[in-house]
């Protein structure tokens, strides 16, 4: 069963490449489905990036 603190990391990733960078690059960049779609793509380039940089290493 995975630890607490990696369920914590994961819902973080899962609310920043679903929703956070979406609904911020629908209101601050353009009010379009394409530039949502833009922010999933940025989020999920972060969530990956934050994993690899941090994510992996605050669960060993």
């Known amino acids: 069963m995975p630890s607490s603190k ?3 990391i994961m819902l ?3 609310l920043l490449s679903f ?3 979406p609904l911020l690059f629908y209101f601050l960049i ?3 489905d ?3 779609g833009n922010g999933f793509v ?3 380039i972060l ?3 934050l994993w690899f940089v941090y ?3 605050m669960i060993k």
């Open 30 to 32: 353009n009010k379009t």
């Open 19 to 21: 929703f956070i960078m």
């Open 42 to 44: 940025v989020g999920s």
């Open 47 to 49: 969530s990956l990036l």
């Open 6 to 8: 990696f369920v914590q």
């Open 12 to 14: 973080f990733y899962i």
């Open 55 to 57: 994510g992996s290493k």
């Open 34 to 36: 394409a530039s949502a």
